[in-house]
Every structure is written in C-alpha cells, then in structure tokens.
C-alpha cells in the first residue's frame, strides 16, 4: 500500500533553470509533507515542508506548493545548481510525528 | 555528521551469521526508526520505538529483531538473513511532537 508515490525515477535539468519534482498521495488525512534530500553514502536530510494549513512555503531556491483537492505537492527548485543533483524524497505523515511515509525518490541530475 | 550515528556504515554477511547494526543519537530525541532502503522503493519503515517502547512492526520478519535499551540506542539484531535482505538499513530519529526526522547516514548490508 504505496500512500505516497513519486512517479518520476529521475529528472534532468541544465544549470539556472527550474527543477520541478513531482510527489502524488493517497491518504486525504496526511497533514504534514516534507521533502528530503540524499546524497550517496548519506542518509536522507530534511530539506523543507509544509502543513496542510498552507498551500504554498518558500524557502530561498526551494518552494513546496501542496494542493489538497488534487493530493498532490510539488518541489521547485530555482536556479537549479550542480550541487542540487541528488536523490529527493517526499514523504508525508498523519498529525502523529510516529509514521512517516516516503516516495520511492526521483533523482535529480543538474548538468554545468 | 547529523547527530544520529550509524555503524557499521557497511557490512557484508552470510546467510548463516548473526550480526548488529547500531544506532545512536544524543540530540534528546524521543522516538527512534529503522528503516530499509531498496533500490527504486519507498523507504520502509520497519520499526518505531517512542519512549523506549516498540510502537510499530510493520509485518517485518523475524530474522530482524530491534532492540532500544534507552533513548538514546537503537539495534537491529539480524541472523539467517536472506540475499534479498541486502538494502541500506537507516536508522533515524525525532521528537514524538516534532517536525521531520534526523537520519543517519545509514548502513549497507550485502548478505551473500
């Protein structure tokens, strides 16, 4: 019972342009989501979120706009940087902080 | 480093060995997570302790056994593991009340 998906395994973008990362649920009680980042040989960091209150949160280079009719929240990233090249996870919990549910990731490839 | 530590970072085994993973945090946190990383799979949670206490097993074999002797440890005890057991085994915590979770960097079991 996959909650969260991300359906695209990888994206790549040229340098300075935006980078749109995709993350579907299914669960309408999900109220927290969150994106994380992984670079290889690292565990996964948290990078930015937002509550189900809000439709949209800022973050210098990245925005997370949720939209709840749809089940569907969205990471942009820009400019896009080299350095943001990386595994991105979206996950998304249920009031309780206890069960947290993550997407498959999309890789994220920024090209010089 | 993100303040939960993970060893070994790699460890290769055969079926019939028993070994552990470790997990350690001092950030004050109260709930620790293993979880398992496949590739092209959502990351699974395998077990939650909040407070010390096992919260959540999400139908995991016995071949794994978790252990949390405080607040601060977590173990994951395998023995007779399978090939397909061969993952990135990550360990992360969180405030039971709070926002996101703290990753380790994760241990890459091969069982052979």
């Known amino acids: 019972d996959q909650q969260v998906k991300q359906n695209s395994p990888s994206l790549s973008v040229q340098e300075g342009r935006i980078s749109i990362l995709n993350c579907d649920y299914t669960n309408s009680m999900f109220d927290y989501f969150l994106w994380y980042k992984k670079y290889p040989a690292e565990g996964p960091t948290f990078l930015i979120s937002i509550s189900s209150i809000k439709d949209k949160n800022e973050d210098g280079r990245f925005t997370v706009f949720l939209n709840k009719s749809a089940k569907h929240l969205s990471l942009h990233i820009v400019p896009s940087q080299p350095g943001d090249s990386a595994v991105y996870f979206c996950a998304a919990s249920e009031g309780n902080n206890n069960d947290m549910r993550f997407g498959a990731g999309t890789r994220l490839t920024v090209k010089p | 480093e993100t303040g939960v530590t993970q060893t070994p970072r790699h460890l290769v085994m055969g079926m019939t060995n028993k070994k552990s993973l470790k997990c350690e945090q001092h950030?004050?946190?109260?709930?620790m997570y293993w979880y398992k990383q496949s590739a092209k799979k959502p990351l699974e949670l395998m077990f939650v302790?909040?407070?010390?206490?096992?919260?959540e097993n999400n139908s995991v074999p016995s071949r794994f056994s978790p252990e949390c002797p405080n607040s601060s440890h977590l173990f994951l005890h395998l023995h007779t593991l399978q090939p397909e057991d061969s993952a990135l085994y990550l360990c992360?915590?969180?405030?039971?009340?709070?926002?996101?979770?703290?990753f380790g960097s994760g241990t890459r079991l091969t069982v052979v």
């Open positions: 950030l004050g946190h109260n709930a």
């Open positions: 302790y909040s407070l010390e206490e096992r919260v």
């Open positions: 992360a915590s969180s405030h039971l009340t709070g926002v996101g979770y703290t």
